[in-house]
């Protein structure tokens, strides 16, 4: 297989795991959601407007204490883009919430096989930037 | 030379290229900037709410712009961390700037043997979050 054919097909499978985080993130599945983080790689997570959480203790028991909220909005990602740094990965995405955009980079790693999250950050998006490089695509692997 | 002091080593480089990035941007210095960012791994950033700018020509731009505003204040780089992902790395930390913290993700790849700025996110700390790992030094790998 090409080296290229290689990269998108991990390109793919670090898209999925972005999505099952979304997912579980929408759903407030916290089980999932331990379950999409790194139990060997250093864990860290900056949530909007917080300082970073380090630690996979630390930023589970922030996560579920959002997800336990049942106030928390639901969440969709759009304008995903995928880049691959070797054995791990990267990803930039918006967070929709209840109209309001947030901007999001996701860090991967691979564990035992499979893409698990080691860092995210997000934060609010307060003016639009004009994206001189999307096209139609929501999902892309650069 | 062992795993782990290569690992230390490298740390040491991409805290040093974090070191780097920070000076050029308090010293407003745009062709030190530039050359920090990598010229091949596909270039982003993410500024204080603004969404994703993306490409290299974008993403200078961008700094141009902000490195040429007289009034853009002196930044401090504070709890700085890197974690190691094989050929790439990420640091996390703080941006102290006339009193206000931000927080970042600062994304490296090696690009002719030198660390190289792939990704940048920046966002501002509104509430400030007990760092139970956070000892006396103001610098680690992990």
Redo the contacts between chains.
């Keep these: 297989m090409a080296e290229g054919s290689v990269d998108i097909d991990m390109g793919r499978q670090v898209l999925a795991a972005n999505d099952a985080f979304y997912r579980a993130f929408a759903a407030r599945d916290f089980d999932r959601m331990e379950d999409l983080w790194a139990a060997v ?2 864990v ?1 997570c ?1 949530h ?8 996979r203790e ?1 930023v589970l028991a922030s996560w579920r204490s959002i997800l336990s909220n049942p106030d928390s909005p639901a969440v969709v990602a759009a ?1 995903v ?1 995928a ?1 691959m ?4 990965a ?1 990803v ?1 995405c ?1 967070e929709r919430v209840n109209g309001a ?1 947030l ?1 999001a ?1 996701n ?1 991967f ?1 691979v564990e035992a096989g499979e893409w698990k999250l ?2 995210h ?9 004009v ?4 096209g139609s695509d929501d999902r892309s692997i ?1």
Excluded: F, K
């Design positions: 790689a250093p860290s900056i909007p407007g917080w300082n970073a959480v380090r630690g630390p304008n883009t880049h740094l070797g054995g791990a990267y930039i918006e955009v901007i980079t860090v790693v080691t860092h950050q997000a934060g609010h998006v307060l003016a639009r930037v994206d001189v490089q999307s650069n």
